[in-house]
């Protein structure tokens, strides 16, 4: 029974993944918003939600390996599709495609990605409000990367 209702909420959550694609596209074609940042911003929210949702429930559950596993899992998920695509649509170079500001996005990627590494092999015992202080950085340094 699990693996029924897991099968119909993975259904949904593609169908209404296709849905927030295809109203993103139309966001950012009848804003000034643009495509960049519809995909960064409400797209990339909207499609993390569930994500979001699993990694809460795993922290209320007192099970960080959970949280951060599926954080993790999920951006390798995310990158291997990328690669995938870009192994079956043949005519031409995905990367080739796109926008040079993507650059920007993914260099801060990279280095919040290298920060999470980081904070995950140097334990440091410094928190506030028993908050660690490496998560008040990862969040500084992107909120910075808005800017």
Excluded: C
């Excluded at 334990?123 to 990862?138: A, E, P, Q």
């Amino acid at each position: 029974m699990a693996f029924f209702l897991f099968t119909i909420a993975a259904i949904f959550t593609v169908l209404a993944a296709i849905k927030l694609s295809t109203y993103a596209d139309v966001l950012s074609e009848k804003s000034k918003l643009g495509g960049l940042l519809v995909g960064t911003l409400l797209l990339a929210g909207a499609t993390s939600l569930p994500e979001v949702t699993t990694s809460l429930t795993a922290v209320v559950l007192d099970n960080p390996d959970i949280a951060v596993g599926n954080v993790l899992g999920s951006n390798m998920f995310n990158l291997l599709i990328i690669a995938v695509f870009d192994l079956f649509y043949r005519k031409e170079k995905l990367f080739g495609q796109t926008s040079k500001s993507h650059a920007y996005t993914s260099s801060l990627g990279l280095f919040l990605g290298l920060m999470v590494i980081f904070a995950l092999f140097v334990r440091t015992d410094i928190s506030i409000l028993g908050i660690g202080l490496d998560s008040f950085l990862i969040l500084a340094v992107y909120i910075a990367g808005w800017f």
